[in-house]
């Protein structure tokens, strides 16, 4: 048997706060409930994303409550994307399942269907992912998404992530089951 040191990740010692040119990438908190709702209980959107709608205030506020909790546990960081003109909330963006001893981690986003087609997403996922691998030191950055999801494929590929799988049957969905294309980055690929 042998000893395998694990990475150390430069957590920080507060929340990030990303800036792009047009974007803020803030902590999602209470203050952002409702505009989360909003998102979260959206079926298209969330069909988008193979997620049930929420259909109550208190399943987003035990959502968000998750995510606090894995924040402070090293595991998720979850930011709010807003217009930095107005401070409109857009969406959200995360790395989640922050892996010290795989040094990667599952980015996931999810942006206001009125917000699409304006690149927002694009610089959201740039800002990210340079903190991802420049701040954090993670070595690789993966996203699960819906095979027909052709939006999120596409800005994955801008990214130059590759499809590493395709997992049949990943789970159930609405009464039918659903597949997952999982898509990775990694950090020497970047370059």
């Known amino acids: 048997m042998f000893h395998v040191e694990q990475s150390k990740l430069l957590w920080p010692s507060t929340f990030p706060t990303l800036q792009t040119q047009r974007l803020l990438l803030k902590q999602l908190n209470t203050d952002f409930i409702n505009e989360l709702y909003q998102l979260r209980s959206n079926k298209a959107l969330m069909y988008q994303l193979d997620k049930k709608p929420a259909t109550t205030m208190s399943a987003v506020e035990k959502l968000l409550a998750e995510w606090t909790m894995n924040y402070e546990n090293q595991k998720f960081i979850d930011w709010a ?3 930095k003109r ?5 969406g959200t963006i995360g790395l989640h399942y922050i892996s010290t001893k795989d040094a990667d981690a599952e ?11 304006k ?19 993670l070595k690789s950055v993966y996203a699960n998404i819906n095979p027909k999801n052709e939006a999120s494929r596409a800005l994955l590929l801008k990214y130059n992530f590759y499809q590493q799988d395709v997992i049949k049957d990943s789970f159930a969905f609405d009464g039918q089951m659903v597949d997952t294309a999982v898509y990775r980055l990694n950090q020497i690929s970047r370059q």
Do not use: C, D, P, R
């Open 81 to 83: 994307i807003l217009l």
């Open 86 to 90: 107005n401070s409109t909330f857009i």
């Open 107 to 117: 980015v996931g986003y999810v942006l206001s269907f009125k917000y699409h087609q």
């Open 119 to 137: 690149g927002y997403m694009s610089e959201a996922l740039h800002k990210v992912l340079e903190y991802a691998f420049k701040t954090l030191q």
